[in-house]
């Protein structure tokens, strides 16, 4: 099972725990089989001289370790535990990405914006889905799908243009990467709000805009 964490609110990334002693593998099982959703393979780390590498052979990756290896991944994700085991044992090493657009979408903020938001929504006793944090500084809030298409009306209604905050969101034909992927020496993708049996049910897009909304108007 998930270990049952409360919301984090903060901000500065050492708060978030850390992973303890799970393997790539084990873990993409795991969100396989008790959270459902379709996982993938992406590339991973080499070491050239002590150096981390990606494995794509990119010495300029924006991504090392942390994307898609092949260009049919999308084809290529699955949420069957076993095939997800079976892929993972080919390449022990391989980051856990997890295509959105099919179980959940996600909506990307900064990091600085995400804390103020998580704040904010604890204060107004939202519910949340998970919430990852990236080595690159960004967060990814989980809602449900379609979040794609609604979000820039939401938006439009708070009166605020979609292009204007740095906002994004990530459905069909995106991905994120998932706890413990590392980004080449920057560190590893972590649980801002970890999946828990209490928020397998995850938010609509609607509940989470206006505070996201606030939070990058004042992150500007």
């Known amino acids: 099972m998930f270990i049952v964490e409360e919301t984090i609110a903060g901000t ?3 708060q978030i725990p850390k992973q303890r002693g799970e393997s790539l593998l084990e873990t993409a099982v795991r969100y396989a089989e008790e959270r459902h959703w379709d996982v993938f393979p992406g590339t991973w780390l080499e070491a050239v001289d002590g150096v981390q590498h990606c494995s794509c ?5 924006a991504a090392p370790g942390a994307h898609p290896a092949r260009d049919d991944w999308a084809t290529q994700a699955t949420g069957s535990a076993t095939v ?11 980051s856990i990405l997890l295509p959105t657009g099919r179980t959940f979408d ?7 914006a995400g804390f103020l938001a998580l ?3 604890e204060r107004m006793e939202l519910t949340l889905g998970p919430v990852t944090l990236t080595p690159d500084r960004r967060m990814h809030f989980f809602v449900l799908p379609g979040a794609s298409v609604k979000v820039p009306e939401l938006l439009r209604k708070l009166g ?4 204007s905050l740095d906002l994004a969101v990530l459905g069909e034909g995106a991905y994120v990467a998932a706890p413990p992927t590392r980004f080449g020496s920057r560190g590893a993708v972590q649980w801002a709000c970890r999946p828990t049996p209490a928020n397998r049910w ?5 509940e989470l805009t206006s505070p996201l909304a606030y939070a990058c108007g004042r992150d500007r």
Do not use: F, H, N, Y
């Open 106 to 112: 996600a909506i990307s903020v900064p990091e600085t």
């Open 57 to 61: 052979g990119d010495a300029a990756c």
């Open 84 to 94: 997800a085991r079976r892929m993972w044992q080919k390449q022990p090493t391989a």
């Open 160 to 163: 605020w243009a979609p292009t």
């Open 12 to 14: 500065e990334a050492a």
């Open 119 to 121: 704040a904010r929504m």
């Open 202 to 206: 995850l938010p609509d897009a609607e």
